[in-house]
């Protein structure tokens, strides 16, 4: 048994990565329609995005996991044997998974339970959880797996665009909205996870398709020259996606692959449907 067991919450999408780690997710709660859905486990993204696209009035909200919860997966860590545990969370700014999980962690008394704040969401930190659980089992530190973490959040970018901001401002996400609500929530403004852990608007676009070439556009000019990692994060948008990886790989022939990941419902609720995003990792 390694010593540092990993805990990642499900904000990163991990479950829909397959891996080989003991890695336990925590679960946020997605309210739709008087219902009450366990992220991934009662609603896969395909189906929740499907169901966004045939009520455009459907506005869904999330609950992140109770202390109690998190404290149960705390204490199975310790139970089967981890003597201390790393557990990466969203950006504080975009949840209160962050708040709960330290608050958990000072209940564990004398064990020993870390929370880093990974300042982003889901990819970059579904990849901070598996390279930290690979390092773990490799007997790599605590010190030098946060100091791993802390790459892959400092050397990363996220860039995407929406067919409409309602959702952003219904559920508080979008960080400085000001000036884009009312009747700007027609425009297709292009949004950025930020070194802060917001999200925020950069530039203001009017149409889908402006909008999606600039995310592409915004993704070519700064991995000039960068050996990265691309990936692209979809809200069942397969079409979209395809239309993407086709134009960067042209551009880019070096990249042999670029893998996309479904953004789970529990973050998607507040972005909404149709979505593509491009983003990369610095390669050390």
């Known amino acids: ?10 904000n990163s999408g991990i479950d829909y990565i ?73 950006s504080e700014k975009l949840s209160g998974t962050y708040t709960n999980a330290i608050l958990a962690a000072n209940m564990m008394k004398d064990y020993k339970v870390t929370v880093f704040n990974s300042l982003t969401l889901s990819y970059p930190q579904a990849k901070m959880a598996l390279d930290s659980a690979q390092m773990a089992k490799d007997d790599k530190s605590l010190d030098e797996i946060i100091r791993h973490c802390e790459y892959i959040r400092d050397n990363h970018n996220i860039w995407f665009a929406v067919d409409t901001l309602k959702y952003l401002v219904a559920n508080g996400r979008l960080s400085g909205a000001s000036g884009f609500v009312g009747s ?29 070439n600039r995310v592409i556009e915004k993704f070519l000019t700064a991995t000039e ?19 993407a990886r086709n134009i ?12 996309a990941y479904p953004l789970t419902p529990v973050v998607g609720a507040h972005a909404g449907p149709n979505i593509v995003a491009m983003g990369y990792i610095i390669n050390k």
Not at 184 to 212: C, F, H, M, W, Y
Request: net charge negative; glycine share 4%; hydrophobic share 40%.
């Open 1 to 10: 048994m390694q010593r540092i067991g990993i805990v990642v919450c499900g």
């Open 18 to 90: 397959d891996h080989e780690f003991d890695i336990p997710v925590i679960r946020s709660i997605l309210l739709m329609s008087g219902e009450e859905y366990t992220d991934f486990i009662d609603i896969s993204a395909e189906d929740f995005y499907k169901k966004l696209n045939s009520d455009d009035k459907l506005i869904a909200s999330t609950s992140q996991a109770s202390t109690g919860e998190m404290l149960k997966v705390y204490e199975s860590m310790k139970e089967k044997g981890y003597e201390e545990i790393l557990m990466i969370s969203i």
């Open 184 to 212: 700007l929530l027609k425009l297709k403004p292009l949004l950025q996870v930020t070194r802060e852990g917001t999200i925020d608007s950069i530039e203001k676009i009017r149409t889908t398709q402006k909008a999606a």
């Open 225 to 243: 020259g960068l050996d990265v990692e691309p990936f692209i994060i979809h809200s069942h948008a397969p079409q979209r996606v395809e239309q």
């Open 248 to 259: 960067v790989m042209e551009a880019r022939p070096e990249f042999k692959e670029i893998k």
